[in-house]
C-alpha cells in the first residue's frame, strides 16, 4: 500500500491516502476558479492575471530597451499574455511577427492554441505555431508565432538576423536547454547588429540576474554600418530592464511517502487508484520518465479502471499517454477536457513539466525521476539515464495542479530523500550533451571561431553534477568544456561535416547542416542519396525518430511479434520490415495492434517520413529510383547497400564482441550478456567502456561480431546497453571511414 504523510502528521490513513482534500475541488481559495460551467469570459480572464497590471510598465519597458527579463511565477500570464500585448501594442505591424519560443513542442502547440483562442481567432492564422515537422501558421497573416527554440535556430539558416522578427520572447530560459542557450548566444549577437530588435526573456527568479547580465552591452562599442533591411531609429537602452511580476499560485499542497517505495510506476497507479476509489474530484497528472512506462502504466490504470466499474463510483476512469514521440494531433487531443463523469488520468514524462495547463488537474503524482541526457566527452557516448529530478523541476511539476485552482502533489518518494537526494536545479542540458549538432549549426551559420561562442555559462570547465562522478578529476581543469568541443569537431570531421581546417565542408556540411536531424541521421541519409537507396533509408531515419515502436506489454507477447520481423542484420533493417507489414496493411490500427506494433509511432515515423522527402526534394538530393522499392530488397546486394548507407552515418559508434561475458543479469538466469567493446578506442577512456545489447533489441541473443549502434542507455551500474542495433561486418568500416579507423589500433582487449 503506498502511504502519504498528512503535512506535518506521522500517520497515514486505510486508504494511504491521509491528506485533507477539498471534496469540492476549486471551489476554495480566494482565487478566481474557472470551470467549465461557469466559465469567466475570456477578457475578463486575462484582466485578472497579475501580469495585467504590469502591462503599460512592461510595454514601456521593452519600448525604452533592447532586452526585457521578465520573471514571474508560473500562471501569471508571461507566456499567453506577453505576445499578446506585443501584438496590440504595435509590434506586428508593417508585415513584423512576434516569436515566442519554448523548449517543448507540446508547449508551442497548446500555448498556442489557447492563445488563438484569447484572440478569437482560428489558430494557423493570425496566431500559429512552428515545430520540427509541421508548422501550422499562414506566411503574411500569422503576426504571433509560437516555437521551439529549435525551429527558431532553424530558421536563422534562412534569415540570420530574424528580419521577420520585431520581437522574440525565449520563454522558459531558466529551463536552460541546450537550443535555448544558443539562441541566447545569438540573439546577443543578432543585438548588435539589429538595434530595432527586441528580446524578451522570461525567466526564474534565479536565472534572471545572471540573464540581465549576460545581455548587458552597455559598455561595448557598437560596430558602426547596421545590417540591410534594418529600420534605423532611437537606439533602445543595452542594459536590459528587470521586471518582476507576483504570481497568483493557488495552492498547491505538498506531500510524501512514508516509506520508499520499491517501484515507481506500480506506486503511481496505487496512489491514482486510490483516489479514483476515494471518489475525489478532479483529473490526476502523473509524472513518469518515458514512453515505456507511460504506456505501461495506462495499460495498469485500464484493467483497474475496468474492475473497479463495477463498484459504484460516480466516475469512470480514463487514462492517456503523455511524451513526445506521440504525433501532435494525439498530443492535443490529451488536453481536451475530460467528458462528463470521466476522470482523467494523464501519464506524462517531462514534457508536461513546464507551460502547459491541463485544466482539470487537481492531483500531481510525481516519480521524481525522468530520463536525462548524459555525455561522456572522454568516450564520446552519449547516452539516456534515469535520474532523480531536481528541486527546481519537481516544483514546476507541482505548479502543474495548481494552474486553474488549489491542488495537491504526491511525491512518490520520502521527505528525507527529497531534501537529500534531489540536486537543487538541473545541469543545463548544453553541459550534458554531445554538441556536435550544434557545432554544426553554428558553422553553417558562419560562426567558425566556435571556442570563442558566447555562451550563458560556457560548456563545463569541469564536469559538473552526477557527470562529475564519471569524469572524475580526469577532464582536468583544462576542462571538460573544451573536450567536449574538440569531441564534436573530431565526429563532425570523421562525418565529413568539417572539412581539415574545421570549416563547413560543402556541398557535405552544408546539406548536413540544412536537414533538421542530428548529424548521424543526416549522414545516413546523404549516403543513401549517394548510394541509391533513398526510400528505404528514409523509412529507417523515420522510425529512428520516433521514441519507440514496439508497444508495451509483456516481454513475451512483445518478442513473438518481434520474432515474426526479425532479421539478423538487427533492429534497422527489422524496422524495415515492420513498415512494409504496416504499408501492406493499409496502416491499419488492427495490423498494429495484433502485431505488437505502436500505430501511434508508425502515424508519427510516417509523418516524419513525408516531412524529410520534402527536405530532401527541396536541397535536390537524388530521390528513389523508381525501381527502389521503399522496403522490399529485390537482392541481397540491395540489402547490404542499405546497411551500408546506415553504417555510414553511425561508424563512430562501431563496436566489436569480445569473448568476455559479463555476470548473469538477474531477468535471464541463464546466460550473461556478451561483452563489446568500442572500435574506435585506442587505449584511453573509449577503450574501458563495456557495452552490451539492450534486451529490446532483436539481436539481444544473437551474437554478431561487429555492430553499430545508434543509441545507448546506461543502467544503474554504468553499463551501456546498446539499442537500435545493425550488423555489419568489418571491412566496411575502413571502407567508409578509412579515414578513422585506418589508423587506429586494435584495443588490447579486442586482440584474440
Ligand atoms: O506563463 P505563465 O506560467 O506565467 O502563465 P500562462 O501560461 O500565461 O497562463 C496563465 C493562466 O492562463 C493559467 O494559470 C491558466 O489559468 C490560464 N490558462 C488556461 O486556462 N488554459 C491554457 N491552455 C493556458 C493558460
Ligand atoms: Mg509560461
Sequence with gaps: MTSFLRPGQQSASAFGLAFDVDRDAGGAGAAPVFNKNERLAISEQRRRLPIYAHRTELLYLVEGHATTVVVGETGSGKTTQVPQYLHEAGWTQGGKLVACTQPRRVAAMTVASRVAEEMGCRLGQDVGYSIRFEDVSTPGVTRVRFCTDGVLLREMMDDPLLLKYSCVMVDEAHERSLATDVLLGLLKKIQRRRPDLRVIISSSTIEAEKMARFFDTSNVRRPRAHAEGVQQGAAPSRSPALLSVEGRTHNVQVHYLEAPASDYIQAAVETAVNIHREDLPGDILIFLTGQDECEAAVKLLDEEGRRLQRSRLKLRMQAVALYAGLPAAHQLGVFEPAPRGVRKVVVATNIAETSVTLEGTVYVIDSCFAKQRCYNPLTGLESLLIAPISKASAAQRAGRAGRVRPGHCLRLCTEGDFEQKL??????????????????????????????????????????????????????????????????????????????????????????????????????????????????????????????????????????????????????????????????????????????????????????????????????????????????????????????????????????????????????????????????????????????????????????????????????????????????????????????????????????
Design 423 to 752: 540536486p537543487a536545479t538541473t545541469v543545463p542540458e548544453m553541459q550534458r550533451s554531445d554538441l556536435s549538432g550544434t557545432v554544426l549549426q553554428l558553422k553553417s551559420l558562419g560562426i567558425d571561431n566556435i571556442m570563442h561562442f558566447e555562451w550563458l555559462a560556457p560548456p563545463p570547465a569541469e564536469a559538473s553534477g552526477w557527470l562529475g562522478g564519471w569524469l572524475g578529476g580526469r577532464a582536468g581543469r583544462r576542462g571538460g568544456g573544451v573536450v567536449t568541443m574538440i569531441r564534436a569537431l573530431e565526429s563532425l570531421h570523421a562525418l565529413g561535416a568539417l572539412d581539415g581546417d574545421a570549416r563547413l565542408a560543402r556541398p557535405l556540411g552544408a546539406q548536413m547542416a540544412d536537414l533538421p536531424l542530428d548529424p548521424v541521421l543526416a549522414r545516413m541519409l546523404l549516403a543513401a542519396g549517394q548510394m541509391g537507396c533513398t526510400a528505404k533509408v528514409l523509412t529507417v531515419v523515420a522510425m529512428l525518430s520516433v521514441q519507440s515502436v514496439w508497444a508495451p506489454g509483456g516481454r513475451r507477447g512483445v518478442d513473438e511479434a518481434k520474432a515474426r520481423f526479425a532479421v539478423a542484420e538487427g533492429d534497422l533493417v527489422t524496422y524495415l520490415n515492420v513498415w512494409r507489414g504496416w504499408e501492406e496493411s493499409g496502416r491499419s490500427k488492427k495490423w498494429a495492434i495484433e502485431n505488437h506494433v505502436m500505430h501511434r509511432s508508425m502515424l508519427r515515423a510516417a509523418d516524419i517520413r513525408n516531412q524529410l522527402q520534402a527536405h530532401l526534394r527541396r536541397q535536390g538530393i537524388k530521390q528513389a529510383s523508381a525501381l527502389e522499392g521503399a522496403t522490399s530488397f529485390d537482392h541481397d546486394e540491395e540489402l547490404e547497400t542499405v546497411r551500408k548507407a546506415l553504417a555510414a552515418g553511425m561508424f563512430i559508434n562501431a563496436a566489436k564482441l569480445t569473448e568476455e561475458l559479463t555476470v548473469k543479469l538477474s531477468d535471464q538466469a541463464d546466460t550473461g550478456a556478451s561483452v563489446y567493446r568500442l572500435v574506435r578506442s585506442a587505449g584511453g577512456s573509449a577503450a574501458a567502456v563495456k557495452l552490451r545489447i539492450h534486451h529490446s533489441s532483436v539481436l539481444f541473443r544473437c551474437r554478431p561480431q561487429w555492430v553499430c549502434f545508434y543509441a545507448a542507455e546506461q543502467n544503474d551500474s554504468g553499463w551501456y546497453e546498446m539499442r537500435d542495433v545493425l550488423a555489419i561486418e568489418s571491412g566496411w568500416l575502413t571502407e567508409l571511414a578509412g579515414h578513422v579507423y585506418k589508423m587506429v589500433p586494435l584495443n588490447p582487449q579486442m586482440r584474440r
